[in-house]
């Protein structure tokens, strides 16, 4: 069972509906090699459509798969002889393109920037149960040659160029087909670039320093916010220092701790249960026994995490009474799927509730007719605890949790969060090979790791269920890579490491078909509208712009902006302050208060800000700025531009606090490359912020 499997039925992704087959479609020709699995396309649904944008809908599939296609082509003469190609994460529907607005409309995007558009079910689950491969990429590859035929025959004879975009999980599956066929895509574009060893590495370490320093980030944070002391350290004690040492190395985003509230756990909920199949002598044998382990020899606080707690059922709560598993937010697909189970109970009514952080624990039956049965606790109410998500579940239709059907009040029960504690460590038990630096913080002065190490690294294996291949950095074409400095999800640093990869493989051609932007403020997800606007931005305008700029690469040997300049030191990607520096395509900001980083005043007494916009050389200009000073997420105040070379703007305001408090003002701009403020495209964003404090 693979990574992608797992994920995909947890986040709910459903097979393809079954469509009524028209006649076939022509056959699909050029120079590229055929998949012999794809051979019969068919078209069912052929139709012009006026939203988002007009264009003409195609959509089909290939006889004898689960594969589906869909095609969104603009009118001749808003076409300029290329096709944008979006890669998900994982299989799911054909028909995401159109959705959502402004930006992140992929189909009005790509007409926009004269391209159809193409998208793929990646095979939907059915592909994952039989070959990685296909869902990874051979899918995307048969849609993307047989699109080529569909659109000489829309648009008479043509050469139609090809550009892939995908990221996270789709970045993965983008590198893989880039990597492993041949004249599909010219170019391509993958972003929030994870590794080999991402996974469940960059959880697990994430998962250990949420539990350690959960009461120290308030000023872990406030010491990194502008006027802050500098020093996240003051006040830890020393296993908070070693953790948090730990977790920046491996290289999570230090500034990305602002969002600790929310951050969770990423996928580690998804993962665990496999890392526990793949391993589980680590589990139930090393982790808390052999020495050289954490568990073996535990600190206070792991000590005082672990719960092993015996009590008894003192009555059934029926299926019909089941919570969502994700509690007060808003459905989703796994809450469906989970929804949908039918037979086992949806929780139990103990007799003493244990004390301490239960999530993530496991119940184990420990008498009665259901004895040696367990399940995942998903979360507690007083003295009820309800049945948690279940990969197994989930993949069996429920029967996985057919055995908690024979659960009697009076059966007695352990809750127990050994194996989720344990987990946390599992990322210093798997150091890999050299070039993946930042897990130097576990190797001694002999270069050998200080920790035991598992059998077998197990990261790999996951990226190529993943990717269909684990990445070698060996392509034909072009690529450009977009990256969040904020991510806490793929680190920063992952991408610097696939970049070595490339230059190793490229050697003398590195420059010539190869870039990697970084994009400041920015995290993991790629939507517009942020959770919280005061301290990132949407890195979607720089993944616009990447597209344009890789396809007037390849068509017209027109060199993109240069790579942002960057080092990496303990894990943490460092950038220049000055946008002709730090080159990229991402506008620099420097804003004061009062001429500084910090101001402090009194109740009434008026502030002087002052921003200072640059954009990279020849990246573009300026198209909006403004300011909300009360840091509340919304930026109405323009201020007075009192320079402007459009590359170079300053801009000032003044605003009077009435009430005390502290404040954190930001500042927002954005560049587009044509200096046009009416698009919603290719505006590519970035914020700077200060302190004021109102006595």
């Known amino acids: 069972m693979t990574l992608a499997v797992a994920i995909a039925v947890l986040l709910g992704s459903a097979l393809p509906s079954s469509s009524q087959e028209k006649p076939a479609a022509p056959r699909a020709s050029g120079v590229e090699a055929a998949d012999p699995l794809f051979k019969e396309p068919y078209v069912d649904v052929d139709e012009w459509r006026d939203a988002p944008v007009r264009h003409r809908y195609v959509h089909g599939g290939f006889k004898g798969t689960t594969a589906r296609f869909s095609l969104y082509f603009p009118p001749k003469e808003r076409y300029q002889e290329r096709f944008f190609q979006h890669i998900t994460p994982i299989p799911g529907s054909e028909n995401e393109g159109p959705k959502g607005s402004g930006p992140e409309n992929k189909v009005g995007f790509s007409i926009t920037s004269g391209a159809y558009f193409v998208e793929t079910n990646e095979g939907g689950m059915a592909s994952l149960a039989t070959d990685p491969t296909l869902a990874a990429y051979r899918v995307n590859a048969a849609a993307a040659r047989y699109s080529r035929t569909f659109a000489s025959q829309m648009y008479g004879p043509h050469r139609t160029y090809g550009y892939a975009f995908g990221g996270s999980g789709g970045a993965f599956r983008t590198i893989g087909g880039f990597e492993n066929t041949s004249g599909v895509w010219d170019g391509v574009v993958p972003y929030v670039v994870g590794s080999p060893v991402a996974i469940p590495n960059v959880f697990t370490v994430r998962s250990l320093a949420l539990r350690v320093l959960k009461d120290k980030f308030p000023a872990i944070v406030d010491s990194l916010e502008p006027g802050g002391s500098g020093n996240p350290y003051a006040g830890l004690n020393q296993e908070e220092r070693d953790i948090f040492t730990e977790v920046t190395r491996l290289g999570f985003p230090i500034q990305s701790w602002s969002n600790y509230k929310t951050v969770g756990m990423g996928a580690l909920p998804i993962l665990f249960e496999m890392v526990i199949q793949k391993d589980p002598k680590y589990f139930t044998e090393d982790f808390w026994n052999a020495p050289g382990y954490a568990g073996a020899n535990p ?129 210093r038990y798997q150091v890999p090979t050299p070039d993946f630096y930042v897990w130097d913080q576990f190797r001694g002065p002999d270069r050998k790791p200080i920790y035991p190490q598992r059998p077998k690294t197990i990261g790999p294996e996951f990226a190529a269920s993943a990717g269909g291949t684990t990445q070698s950095g060996r392509f034909q074409g072009k690529m450009i890579i977009v990256e969040s400095l904020w991510d806490q999800d793929a680190f920063p640093w992952q991408a610097d490491w696939y970049a070595s990869k490339v230059k190793s493989a490229l050697g003398s051609r590195f420059n010539d078909n190869f870039r990697l932007w970084f994009t400041d403020h920015a995290l993991h997800g790629d939507v517009e509208q942020q959770a919280d606007p005061t301290r990132t931005v949407s890195y979607l305008g720089a993944l616009h712009q990447a597209l344009r700029d890789l396809s007037a690469w390849v068509e017209k040997g027109v060199p993109p902006p240069p790579s942002t300049t960057y080092k990496v030191i303990d894990g943490q990607l460092h950038v220049p302050g000055a946008a002709a520096e730090r080159k990229g395509i991402q506008p620099v900001l420097s804003v004061t208060a009062n001429g500084g980083l910090r101001a402090e005043v009194a109740a009434g007494e008026p502030v002087t800000f002052s921003a200072v916009i640059e954009v990279p050389p020849q990246t573009g200009r300026v198209v909006a700025a403004a300011w909300d000073f009360v840091g509340e997420g919304t930026f109405a105040v323009a201020g007075d531009v009192s320079t402007s070379s459009g590359t170079r703007v300053v801009v000032k305001a003044t605003h009077t606090f009435s009430k005390p408090g502290t404040y954190f003002p930001v500042f927002r701009a954005a560049s587009q490359r044509q200096g046009d403020a009416k698009s919603p495209y290719a505006r590519i964003q970035n914020l700077g912020r200060v302190r004021v404090i109102v006595r």
């Open 299 to 427: 600190s206070a606080s792991l000590v005082s995490a672990r719960i092993q707690h015996r009590t008894k059922i003192r009555r059934v709560i029926p299926r019909e009474n089941q919570p969502s598993p994700s509690a007060n937010a808003p459905k989703n697909g796994v809450d469906t799927a989970w929804q949908q189970l039918q037979g086992p109970p949806a929780g139990f009514e103990i007799e003493n509730a244990p004390q301490g952080n239960v999530e993530m624990a496991t119940v184990i039956v420990k008498t009665g007719a259901a004895a040696g049965a367990t399940f995942p606790l998903g979360k507690m109410e007083g003295d009820t605890i309800f049945v948690g998500v279940s990969m197994a579940a989930l993949m069996s239709g429920g029967r996985a949790l057919d055995p908690l059907k024979q659960i009697k009040p009076g059966d007695e029960v352990l809750i127990d969060n050994s194996n989720f504690l344990a987990s946390q460590y599992y990322h």
